[in-house]
Structures are given as C-alpha cells and as structure tokens.
Nanobody
Framework: QVQLVESGGGLVQAGGSLKLSCLASGRTFSSDAVGWFRQAPGKEQEFVAVITRNGGTTYYTDSVKGRFTISRDNAKNAVYLQMTTLKPEDTAVYYC???????????????WGQGTQVTVSS
C-alpha cells in the first residue's frame, strides 16, 4: 500500500512558478507510473502529466506542454511537478497518483493523494 502526500501549492501571480512535491510512504512506488491530475472549480478532474516508473517517458495534457515538467526521484520516493508561466486557468486542486501503467484516465491509478491547492491570480 502506498500513501501519497502533496505539498507546494499556494497563491501566485500569473507568470509565476510553483513546484509541487508528492512524497510516498508505505512502500516504494518505484514500480509505478506516477502522475498528476487537477480539478478546477466547476470542472471535472483532468489529467495533467504522468511519468513512467524509470522516468524515461513523460506525457502532458496540451494546455501545460512547455510550461510544466514532471520528474521523479525514486531514491526519495518522490515525484515533482515544476510549473512555470502559470496562468489563472491553472487554478485547481492538484492531486498526485500512482499506478501500474501510464494513463490519462483516472481508473488506471491505484493510489491518490489528498490534493494541494494552486491558485493563480491575474
């Protein structure tokens, strides 16, 4: 069993940057793909990014390509989301997740964090 805890959210102005962290406990998640989803006010949860277990392949939703970077450090049992050039449209609760396969679909994942709020002001 893996427990995931996100941190690093906060309030920033448009154009700013934040780095989100997700730390796993219970066991290593080195065998899992790890990703980020987000849910904006009034919207469905959407896929943001995922990284394969070895960190060799990443996938991003189109709206964040070129601005967000997902990475992982298996030695620290951590995954990160470096967000730059933030836009008000990025405002959402961000959740980290882990599962056996890289996917943009929520049902593919087994473990979820509680979420961290990112608010981008205009």
């Amino acid at each position: 069993q893996v427990q995931l805890v996100e941190s690093g959210g906060g309030l920033v102005q448009a154009g700013g940057s934040l780095k989100l962290s997700c730390l796993a406990s219970g066991r290593t998640f080195s065998s899992d793909a790890v990703g980020w989803f987000r849910q904006a006010p009034g919207k469905e949860q959407e896929f943001v990014a995922v990284i394969t277990r070895n960190g060799g392949t990443t996938y991003y939703t189109d709206s964040v390509k070129g601005r967000f970077t997902i990475s992982r450090d298996n030695a620290k049992n951590a995954v990160y989301l470096q967000m730059t050039t933030l836009k008000p449209e990025d405002t959402a609760v961000y959740y980290c997740t882990a599962g056996p396969h890289s996917s943009r679909y929520r049902y593919e994942y087994d473990y979820w964090g509680q979420g961290t709020q990112v608010t981008v002001s205009s």
